[in-house]
């Protein structure tokens, strides 16, 4: 199987070697403006009076068979700074916008939006997003593997967004320091993105097919200069914070403890597309919490990296292998650790090679005996025929001086780990045909022989069909420490298959099966566990969708465990089970100023016990300036004797208050029973200058039962941006 579809995934390539960029045809003219031009959200510099027009979009979504309804006209110039856009956003129904809140990178499929997707490099695989919602909100990110974005990262531009009866205007300006090109490149890849509500149209300027985001770089047109875009000459941001905190840990008696610190990022334009990035005693304290949920799984959960310095070029390290084998996780680097200082250097080469190298320094913690430890890890992609492309990766880290502790209550830790990976990923130039293949080795003290990885996976996605075949193979002695690995010594095959039914009907859009399977052996391939689920899936004209899906399980426990993760008694391992479950979906339409979503599941679970469990949230918004939320998921465990039953509420709220575009308030509220924590994040954030803001964050842990503090802390801090 594994032979097989490596083979394939080679073989496709044959069809790109002579492929041409498929909306090549569609260009729009950059000529430098000789007029000065001020960002009010007002089409009347005279710059775009001679501007070029982008206009005749085409519709995405509900149907990609013709052009947009509502009319979009963008125009773009550009001066020795900054590159300008202007988008005319016309109505084609009256009433007002919908806009979520002025949250800064605001719920795409939740506000009347325009976006703005750039690939400098012409590659069809990364570049950047900049746009706003109708009310001003500011939406950036980095793009990567052809279409995701992550809104992680934060950069320096300005705009500004005006209202009429007529349309809505967005207009920035984007300075050449902010992003990385290559200055010889006159044609880059674009496109323009447009998202109606009140019609529930999406639409971009190139035609893209439905059943892909108008993000997918595969897509754009070309962006032609009339001159090479000019050097930024200097490149180089200073970016420190000074910080001051007061914390309180109840639960251990201690007395309240302040904390000053300094400290500060340097970011050095080597050359117009590669960057250096420094940092300094960093702290991220300003950085939202991370959503709660019950766990009921054997594996440890997965949660997303949100610091900014580990975001720009991510992809090169984040993106190597899947979402449950990576041999990096920059989360390993510096949760409850302090970091000492790192540096990073990543970003183009030339046309056809990348490189992340990135070394970070952490200091040790005298509670739990960790030592000084080092993290290098070096990435090199090269792309290969269209769009598809070859990396290696390798990870250290390394115990600095370490000696194990005399005491035998402390941890002990590896002197190191390493791992080695070479990768292979395929992207068809019109997207259709996507796939990944790779190789992973590690290297760690006392663990030799069957410490490997091998996985590859290919993805047909048409309008009509959506069919995947993924094979995966993972030594038990394989260690990424500094991964995100939950599970080794095992071989899954995964296929999944989907097929969309358009309907005339008014109400529903279209409509279909899908069906997904994932089958775990060990690697003497006697089955350990599967899974498979059987829904079928109801789009709504109004972007509502609905779900039916029915599951079987079955599971043959490797090692102990309790079912309810909440310290009973443990299943024992080599213990059998099988069970079944029916499931109902259901996510409305976000037109409305009330939305909500729920989530059930009913039927039989571990020990011929049942689980049944539903989630649901609200949603209301007094728009632009106020959002609230409130979710909730109850788990109903019955097991026989000893188990019992077993119950579980996890509640969160939160109010997301946005007075302006440069000033937000949010509280975040969480009651977690499996965990016996109720957790208030509340932050003040004021972008007093562009990527530049003062931070007022207060968190308090509470044990639920009986009611009272763990612990509390309030931090102010102030971070400023200065270019040269």
Known sequence: ?????????????????????????????????????????????????????????????????????????????????NIYLLAECYTAVSGPNFVESLRRDFAFGKNDNFLLFMDPFNDQTNGFSFGANAEGAQWDGIMSNGA????????????????????????????????????????????????????????????????????????????VWDNPPPDPGANVSVIPYVLGGVFKTYNKNLKTSTDQKTGADVKIGLTTSLNLDLTINPDFSQVEVDRQVTNLDRFELFFPERRQFFLENGDLFANFGYNTIRPFFSRRIGLGVPIRAGARLSGKLNKDWRIGLMDMQTSKVEE?????????????????????????????????????????????????????????????????????AFFLKSFSPGKKGDDFVQAANLLYNSRYWNILMQQEWVGKNYTAEVGYVPRTGFVRLSPGIARLFFSKSKKILSHGPRFISSYFFNTRMKETDHANTLAYVLN?????????????????????????????????????????????????????????????????????GTRNS????????????????????????????????????????????????????????QYNQQAKNINVNSRLQWRYKPASDLFLVYTDNYYPAPFSVRNRAFVLKLNYWWNK
């Open 1 to 81: 199987m594994k032979q097989t579809l490596i083979a394939i995934l080679l073989g496709l390539n044959c069809f790109s070697l002579t492929a041409q960029k498929k909306n090549a045809g569609f260009q729009l003219h950059i000529k430098k403006t000789t007029s000065p031009i001020k960002i009010d959200g007002l089409a009347n510099d005279p710059a775009w009076q001679v501007a070029q027009i982008a206009s005749d979009f085409y519709m995405v979504l509900p149907m990609d068979t013709s052009k947009a309804r509502v009319r979009t006209d963008v125009r773009m110039t550009y001066d020795d700074k």
């Open 148 to 223: 995701a974005v992550d809104l992680n990262w934060d950069n320096k531009w300005t705009s500004a967004v005006s209202n009429n009866p007529e349309k809505w205007v967005f207009e920035m300006a984007l300075p050449f320091k902010t992003i990385r090109y290559k200055k010889s490149i006159t044609e880059w890849g674009i496109n323009f993105s447009r998202l109606d509500l009140k019609t529930t149209e999406k639409s971009s300027w190139t035609p893209v097919p439905r059943q892909f985001p108008t993000a997918s770089l595969a897509y754009t047109g070309s962006l």
């Open 368 to 436: 739990t005996a960790l030592p000084d430890q080092n993290f290098a890890i070096l990435s090199l992609q090269r792309k290969v025929f269209t769009r598809s492309n070859i990396g290696i990766i390798f990870v250290n880290k390394q115990s600095v001086q370490y000696q194990l502790p005399k005491d035998s209550s402390k941890p002990v830790y590896t002197d190191y780990n390493r791992n080695i990976g070479l990768e292979y990923n395929l992207a068809s130039p019109n997207n259709i045909w996507t796939g990944k």
């Open 540 to 608: 709504f004209r109004k972007t509502s969708v609905f779900s039916l899906s029915v599951i079987d399980e079955y599971v043959k426990l490797l090692l102990p465990f309790d079912p309810t993760n909440s310290g009973k008694d443990t299943l024992p391992r080599g213990s059998q089970h099988t069970w079944q479950a029916v499931g109902v979906d259901f996510i409305s339409k976000p037109q409305s100023v009330f939305t909500y979503s729920f989530s059930t599941r009913f039927g039989s679970y571990y020990q011929h």
């Open 614 to 669: 539903i989630a649901a949230e609200l949603g209301y918004r007094f728009q632009p300036h106020v959002s609230l939320s409130a979710n909730a998921s109850y788990n109903d465990i019955n097991l026989p004797s000893p188990y019992g039953k077993t119950k579980f509420w996890l509640i969160g709220s939160k109010s997301d208050i946005t007075f302006t575009n440069k000033l937000f308030f949010s509280t975040f509220i």
